[in-house]
């Protein structure tokens, strides 16, 4: 996979061409009960038909990958840094997911918030590594917020409730300077 996702622009060029040859021949057909006319222009319009399909799945395979937002293209997975604020959203379902799984502030005093408005227990810890630097209080149905120091590193938020983290509820942080 590649690292950033390249643009799609070739892909909706190759996609668009090959719907509007399918709109002409269908258009054709319907006008001309005798088209293709001759063997040679049949194979010619299942030729062209042929390289159009491939050209659209050759670039749909070559531009595969997911779209996040500009900064994917400076090499980086993480957003680019805004702010001190790290604020998360549990999903209101109950789903054990935050509405996020990378984000990325200064170095400083961050201050993490969380939305959860879902009858589930949820929280925001933070930690490098196996070191804990802090955490937001368990709630359900309201919102909270802490204040944590961070160096610039890597970093993992997550909510710590029992099995919470290993259903997927945590993501990456990246703290520049």
Known sequence: MLAAAPSKVPFYIAGGVLAAWA??????????????????????????SFVLVA?????AIVTAGEETE????????AP????RTLA???????ALK???TSAAVFSGRVEVTLANSSPVDHNVTIAKGSDVIGATQTITDSDTKTTVS???GEYVFYCAVTGHRAAGMEGTLTVER
């Open 150 to 152: 961070l160096s610039p």
């Open 70 to 77: 500009s900064h994917a293209a400076e090499g980086g997975g």
């Open 88 to 94: 998360l959203t549990a999903d209101p379902g109950g």
């Open 80 to 83: 680019a840094a805004k702010g």
């Open 98 to 100: 935050f509405d996020k």
């Open 55 to 59: 050209a659209a799945m050759t670039t």
């Open 23 to 48: 709109v002409l021949l269908a258009l054709r057909g319907i006008t001309d009960a005798g088209f293709p006319r001759s063997r040679g222009a049949g194979r010619l319009v299942i030729l062209t």
